[in-house]
């Protein structure tokens, strides 16, 4: 195990040097002298406050079941079971759990079946109507659930049913399934799938799931920004509206809720805060110091999505990513919440809500990409620290 900054320690006198499971190895960047007493430790530490103390994780400390998680992935790929049946209209996203799991463990690329993810896909793509020569509804379906036939470059057999809708999480989904396996994109039609992507816009700003009356909430911006990024095209999407739209989610609590005058949650802070990163717009944040420290109080060992709600797996990811696009993640717990993430690992592979549950496909992705975020395992495809105004972590003044 490689070593680790968990924190910034400023009182350290009352607290244990190293957390239970680990040892420490360094206090500001300076290795410690096996010699040297709890004492002198103590002392140096005392007189280098604020100090940045650097871990290292026991052999002992329970350890990730690299192969069982592998296992269970690939067994939602093979076969998803009868219980997510009520799911099936959002297979794409299952999917991506899947394979986003996978490739989060550096095993998905050495598939030697990859194309067919691509094909399988591509098969759930909804072109240009031809009869009425219109690009509405044209986007990925989340599955074959309406019984259509499968044509991975079919064109001319589409839409199948008058019910055949697009949505715009498994379009969302559908680009990253095919990011992870590096496909080019070219069998995308582009053109009909942005233009549809403006016919999602509301005029608040926000995006609806599916045309026709659905909900509409930040996880369908997230879901149209996302894929305007990959394809490196925003013509469809009005950014001025959508990033008003999502500055006035952020509550008093400092978090953002789903929609406008709800309240704040871990997974629509997420989506808000990333969304406004790829639409280039953080510095758009009210109060983004209320925002950290929300983000922040949030955790006890694990992360809570909501006030005084249980820690759960999903906000591990949810609320470290947030924290790591605001370049505050150091600011957390690493080790408790590499303890709680561990204490939900189940021994025949995969990842469950709370402790002592059975595991489920989402909570094992969302506790693998949590994992991945602390940077302490070689095994996990390393997360990119994105480019912010705030990565210095030092705020000193609010927005005017």
């Known amino acids: 195990m490689k070593k680790f900054t968990v924190a910034q320690q400023k009182h350290p006198i009352a607290h244990s040097f190293a957390p239970i499971g680990c040892n420490l190895l360094c206090v500001n960047g300076v290795e410690l002298n096996p010699e040297l007493t709890p004492n002198d430790i103590k002392t140096m530490i005392a007189d280098n406050l604020p100090a940045t103390l650097q871990f290292q994780l026991h052999s002992t400390t329970k350890e990730l079941k690299k192969h069982l998680h592998v296992t269970f992935s690939n067994s939602f790929i ?23 799991g996978l490739d989060l463990l550096q095993e998905f690329k050495n598939k030697d079946n990859i194309c067919n993810f691509s094909d399988w896909v591509y098969g759930q793509q909804i072109h240009p109507n031809t009869t ?6 044209c986007g990925f379906r989340g599955g074959p659930h309406i019984g259509m036939p499968f044509h991975s470059d079919c064109e001319m057999c589409t839409p199948f049913h008058p019910w055949d809708r697009d949505h715009l999480a498994q379009s969302a989904s559908a680009l990253m399934v095919l990011d992870c396996a590096d496909d080019d994109l070219k069998r995308i039609n582009r053109k009909a799938l942005l233009e549809n992507i403006a016919n999602h816009q509301l005029e608040d700003g926000s995006f609806m799931a599916i045309l026709d009356h659905s909900e509409d909430d930040a996880r369908y911006i997230y879901s149209a920004c996302l894929i305007c990024y990959l394809l490196d095209d925003w013509s469809p999407i009005d950014k001025d509206l959508t990033v008003q739209y999502l500055v006035h989610c952020q509550t008093y609590e400092g978090g953002f809720g789903f929609i406008q005058d709800r309240e704040a949650h871990g997974g629509g802070t997420f989506c808000s805060v990333a969304s406004l990163y790829m639409l280039n717009a953080l510095d758009e944040i009210n109060d983004r110091e209320n925002l950290i420290r929300w983000c922040i109080f949030n955790q006890g060992e694990g992360f809570i999505g909501r006030t005084n709600k249980k820690a759960d797996t999903c906000y591990s990811f949810w609320i470290g990513a947030t924290l790591k696009i605001l370049g505050c993640y150091d600011f957390t717990n690493k080790l408790g919440n590499y303890n709680f993430i561990m204490s939900c690992q189940n021994g025949l592979g995969g990842f469950s809500k709370h402790p002592h549950q059975y595991p489920d496909i989402m909570h094992t992705h969302f506790g693998l990409a949590g994992l991945a975020l602390m940077g302490l395992n070689p095994e996990f495809t390393p997360f990119d620290t994105p480019e912010c105004p705030y990565a210095s972590c030092i705020i000193t003044n609010r927005k005017k």
């Open 78 to 100: 093979k076969q998803t079971p009868y219980v997510y049946n009520s799911l099936d209209t959002t297979r794409m996203t299952l999917l991506f759990f899947a394979v986003g």
């Open 132 to 137: 009425t020569n219109t690009t509405k509804y």
